[in-house]
């Protein structure tokens, strides 16, 4: 499955953004669908995944209540809702497929980033 993420760019603090990602190549189907972040000189980190088949969400603690991930069946995307956003939010955004969790590890497939800054 190849994956497309979009959405990224410039906003102030306490503003919104909104990514997606769009899958081809096949459906989501039972996949996870994850979104992670990485800022310049940090890990990639766990922001986000939604199961694709019953809707199950994870969230890093860092983000809950200000991120929401979703997805639409009909365009096969899943989106990252990103309100009230900081500083610290600043980071290429990717989006990837595979298991349920929080690990990179369970991922098989990673989309391009789209990068996220936000300025205070």
């Known amino acids: 499955v190849q994956l497309q993420a979009s959405g990224g760019g410039l906003v102030q603090a306490g503003g919104s953004l909104r990514l997606s990602c769009a899958a081809s190549?096949?459906?989501?189907?039972?996949?996870?669908v994850g979104w992670f972040r990485q800022a310049p000189g940090k890990e990639r980190e766990f922001v986000a995944a939604?199961?694709?088949?019953?809707?199950?969400?994870l969230y890093a603690d860092s983000v809950k209540g200000r991120f929401t991930v979703s997805r639409e069946y009909a365009k096969n995307t899943v989106y990252l809702q990103m309100d009230s956003l900081k500083p610290g939010d600043s980071a290429v955004y990717y989006c990837?497929?595979?298991?349920?969790?929080?690990?990179?590890?369970?991922?098989?497939?990673w989309g391009q980033g789209t990068l996220v800054t936000v300025s205070s």
């Open positions: 990837a497929a595979g298991g349920y969790g929080s690990s990179p590890v369970v991922y098989d497939y």
């Open positions: 190549g096949r459906t989501f189907s039972t996949y996870t």
């Open positions: 939604i199961r694709w088949s019953g809707g199950s969400t």
